[in-house]
Structure formats: structure tokens, C-alpha cells
């Protein structure tokens, strides 16, 4: 099985991600969240795995762009999943699902190295 990236083609940070995956001869699947939408499941799924505190990227323009109203409603998970299932663009990215069920978010060459190179 190989792992499904999660996120936004344009994002400078899932280029990077599927660019070392590349580099590394990793084959991996593509979900884009501007084509194909979040997946409500999977996005609960996330939150479980990972919280949603880490999933909301809150340092990122589309954050930055809400209303401070709308930022403020964000405060358990049930708002959250609501928030980024309208704004796909406010997840942290990408998302990767790993064989054997592990979730991670962002990207970090030492943590997906361990992933590809048990």
C-alpha cells in the first residue's frame, strides 16, 4: 500500500513534500483538496489520529484572513472540522496517510524518512 498525500497542488510545502517523495522513488497517491474536496471521514479520522489543534494551520494566510469572529468560534473539535470542511485551505498541509495507519501533517524530512526507510 502506498501512502496518500493530502493537500494543495500550488502549497510551496506539499511541492517540497511530493518533490522528495519523488527524489526518494516513493509512490504515493494525490488527494487535492481544491479538486476532489475533504473528505469528511478522513478528516475525522485526522482528528482523532492527530487533534484538530495540529490540523488547523493558524499561522497560514487563509487564518489570517478570517474574520476574528470566525477564528474565535474555533474551539473544539466539532468547529474546527466544520471551519476547514468549508476552508479546505486553512488545513495544515499535507496531510499523509502512511501504510499501517499512521497520519502526519506538515512536512519534516526526518519523520517521512523513517516512513519510507523502515
Aim: aromatic share 10%; net charge positive; glycine share 10%.
Amino acid at each position: 500500500m502506498e501512502p496518500c498525500v493530502y493537500g494543495i497542488p500550488n502549497c510551496d510545502t506539499v511541492k517540497k513534500a511530493r518533490a522528495w517523495l519523488d527524489g526518494q522513488g516513493v509512490a504515493y497517491r494525490f488527494h487535492d483538496f481544491k479538486k476532489a474536496g475533504v473528505p469528511a471521514d478522513r478528516l475525522a479520522a485526522w482528528s482523532r489520529a492527530v487533534g484538530w489543534e495540529k490540523l488547523v494551520n493558524r499561522q497560514g494566510t487563509t487564518w489570517r484572513k478570517l474574520d476574528a469572529g470566525v477564528q474565535g468560534a474555533v474551539r473544539d473539535d466539532a468547529s474546527a472540522r466544520e471551519l476547514m470542511l468549508a476552508q479546505p485551505s486553512v488545513i495544515k498541509r499535507p496531510v499523509v496517510e502512511w501504510p499501517g495507519g499512521t497520519v502526519t501533517v506538515g512536512f519534516d524530512t526526518n519523520t517521512w524518512q523513517g516512513k519510507v526507510r523502515p
